[in-house]
Nanobody, 116 residues
Framework: EVLLQASGGGVVQPGGSLTLSCSAS????????MNWVRQARGKRPEWVSV????????LYADSLEGRFTISRDNAKNMVYLQMNSLNSEDAAMYFC?????????WGEGTQVTVSS
C-alpha cells in the first residue's frame, strides 16, 4: 500500500521560512518522481513542484518566484520542501503526491498558515 505522510506545517509570520517533510512507503521510492501540491481553502489544488527520481532535477510553479526548494533523500524515503519568504498566498494545505502504476496517490497533508 502506497502511503504518503506530509508533516512540518504550522503557523509562520509573513517573510518567514518553513520546511515540510513527506515520508513515503509501500513502493520503491527511488523509482518515482515526487510532487508537492497545495490547496488553499475554497480554491482548487495548485501544483507546486516536482523532483525527479534521482533528485537531480526539479521544476517549480512560476508563481513561486524561486522561493521554494524541493529535495529528496532516497535512503530515507523522504521528500522535502523548503519554503522561504512566505506570504499570505502560500497559506494552504500541502500534500506530497506521486503516480505509481498509473494511480495518483496523495498523502495526508500538512497545514501552513501565514499570519502575523
Amino acid at each position: 500500500e502506497v502511503l504518503l505522510q506530509a508533516s512540518g506545517g504550522g503557523v509562520v509570520q509573513p517573510g518567514g521560512s518553513l520546511t515540510l517533510s513527506c515520508s513515503a512507503s509501500g513502493f520503491t521510492f527511488g523509482n518515482y518522481g515526487m510532487n508537492w501540491v497545495r490547496q488553499a481553502r475554497g480554491k482548487r489544488p495548485e501544483w507546486v513542484s516536482v523532483i525527479n527520481r534521482e533528485g537531480t532535477d526539479a521544476l517549480y510553479a512560476d508563481s513561486l518566484e524561486g522561493r521554494f526548494t524541493i529535495s529528496r533523500d532516497n535512503a530515507k524515503n523522504m521528500v522535502y520542501l523548503q519554503m522561504n519568504s512566505l506570504n499570505s498566498e502560500d497559506a494552504a494545505m500541502y500534500f506530497c503526491t506521486t503516480v505509481v502504476g498509473g494511480i495518483d496517490y496523495w498523502g495526508e497533508g500538512t497545514q501552513v498558515t501565514v499570519s502575523s
